[in-house]
Structures are given as structure tokens and as C-alpha cells.
């Protein structure tokens, strides 16, 4: 059995992120929940997540290894008239991926050096209006509007995922879950959901 290091210092503003020793990869990960994200400047440091609807943009230097993962949805539709709607939601979008680039901007990336993979967005429950698919859609468009470029993607199906980001060398393993065991993910996405809905406007791949 290798030596734990000991856990790397985070950067300023991420010490709230839950962050652990994770033995199957032997590395220090930061696990992020909907609404929020993590920036590393640290070598061998992992970002993990669990998507259902929700998309992840993974951003990175790929010069400085510089890089995080963000985890969002759009506010839902609601009663709100169309174009009110999509104010809000194209507001929230893009705060989500705002923050996220300008957060590792500020830790020394640049710009011109950026890289995007993008996962996520399933449609988990049959029954329901396709968020995922809208999710999609505006990290594409984002993506696009900004100029930046996007290596790989693993988006929409059916199914949620698993997600493991390596900023400093970019590698993405997402795997796809056949099943969910329990509801905990399901119940954290609808309350994400509802908070969104009170106040919309705050935030290659290796399959394994």
C-alpha cells in the first residue's frame, strides 16, 4: 500500500467543497453537489460528481494544468412566460460557467489556453420534461458564443453518471450507472431544482 500525502492546500474560497482520500485511485479528490464547483491548481488531484440531469462543463489550462468541473441545471420553466424564462435560465447558465472560468483565470490560467469536455444532461425519469436535454443545449451554445473549444463530450441518454475530473493532465472517466440504487440523487436534484425555481437567477472520454 502506497503512502497517503498529505492533502494538498485548496485555493482561496473552495474550503467549503467536501474533499477526501480516494483509495481506488489513490489520490485526494473534491466532491461537488448541484450548484457547485471546484478549481485545482494541485497535481493528482481529482473532482468527482454524480450527474443525472445536470451538466458538467470540465474546464482546464492545458499548459498550467489549471482546471475545475462545475455542476448545473436550469431553472425550470415554471409559470414564467417564455422570454422571462429564458432570461433567467440563460442568467443562470451562464453564471454557473462564468464563475468557473474566471475563477481559473484567477488562479493563473489563460485564456487562449482553455479546453472543455462536457457529460451529463440524461433524461433519468421517463416521465418528466427533458431538462437534461435543455441543459445540453445552452452549455453548447455557451460554448460556442464564447469561442471556446470543446475536445470531447458524453451528453444526454438515459442514463446518470459518475463522473472523475484530473485538471492537470485533463483526463475525464465518466461512468454510466445502469441503475440507481437509492433516491439520493434523484431527491438532490428536485431539491436543486426548487431552489432554482425561488431564485433562478443566483452559481476524449474514458468510459469506466
Given at each position: 500500500?502506497?503512502?497517503?500525502?498529505?492533502?494538498?492546500r485548496?485555493?482561496?474560497?473552495?474550503?467549503?467543497?467536501?474533499?477526501?482520500?480516494?483509495?481506488?485511485?489513490?489520490?485526494?479528490?473534491?466532491?461537488?453537489?448541484?450548484?457547485?464547483?471546484?478549481?485545482?491548481?494541485n497535481?493528482?488531484?481529482?473532482?468527482?460528481?454524480?450527474?443525472?440531469?445536470?451538466?458538467?462543463?470540465?474546464?482546464?489550462?492545458?499548459v498550467?494544468?489549471i482546471g475545475?468541473m462545475?455542476?448545473?441545471?436550469l431553472?425550470?420553466?415554471?409559470?414564467?412566460g417564455?422570454?422571462?424564462?429564458?432570461?433567467?435560465?440563460?442568467?443562470?447558465?451562464?453564471?454557473?460557467?462564468?464563475?468557473?472560468?474566471?475563477d481559473?483565470?484567477?488562479?493563473g490560467?489563460n485564456?487562449?489556453?482553455?479546453?472543455?469536455?462536457?457529460?451529463g444532461?440524461?433524461?433519468?425519469?421517463?416521465?418528466?420534461?427533458?431538462?437534461g436535454?435543455?441543459?445540453?443545449?445552452?452549455?453548447?451554445e455557451?460554448?460556442?458564443?464564447?469561442?471556446l473549444?470543446?475536445l470531447?463530450k458524453?451528453?444526454?441518454?438515459?442514463?446518470?453518471?459518475?463522473?472523475?475530473?484530473?485538471?492537470?493532465?485533463?483526463?475525464?472517466?465518466?461512468?454510466?450507472?445502469?441503475?440507481?440504487?437509492?433516491?439520493t440523487?434523484l431527491?438532490?436534484?428536485?431539491?436543486?431544482?426548487?431552489?432554482?425555481?425561488?431564485?433562478?437567477?443566483?452559481?476524449?472520454?474514458?468510459?469506466?
Open positions: 500500500m502506497s503512502i497517503r500525502p498529505a492533502q494538498p485548496c485555493l482561496p474560497d473552495f474550503e467549503h467543497i467536501n474533499r477526501y482520500w480516494d483509495r481506488n485511485n489513490e489520490v485526494w479528490a473534491a466532491k461537488i453537489l448541484p450548484g457547485e464547483y471546484y478549481v485545482s491548481h497535481n493528482n488531484e481529482v473532482i468527482s460528481t454524480t450527474l443525472g440531469s445536470c451538466v458538467s462543463a470540465c474546464i482546464r489550462d492545458n498550467f494544468g475545475g462545475n455542476h448545473f441545471m431553472p425550470s420553466k415554471g409559470q414564467h417564455s422570454d422571462d424564462w429564458m432570461d433567467s435560465a440563460t442568467r443562470y447558465g451562464s453564471y454557473a460557467m462564468e464563475h468557473l472560468i474566471n481559473i483565470l484567477k488562479a490560467g485564456r487562449k489556453n482553455l479546453e472543455v469536455k462536457l457529460t444532461g440524461g433524461k433519468i425519469v421517463a416521465n418528466m420534461s427533458d431538462v436535454l435543455r441543459n445540453i443545449e445552452f452549455a453548447l455557451y460554448l460556442k458564443t464564447e469561442n473549444n470543446i470531447s458524453d451528453l444526454g441518454d438515459v442514463y446518470p453518471r459518475k463522473v472523475l475530473y484530473f485538471p492537470d493532465s485533463g483526463r475525464l472517466l465518466v461512468k454510466r450507472l445502469r441503475s440507481l440504487h437509492n433516491e440523487l431527491e438532490r436534484e428536485k431539491s436543486y431544482q426548487h431552489e432554482l425555481e425561488v431564485q433562478p437567477d443566483s452559481g476524449g472520454v474514458e468510459l469506466f
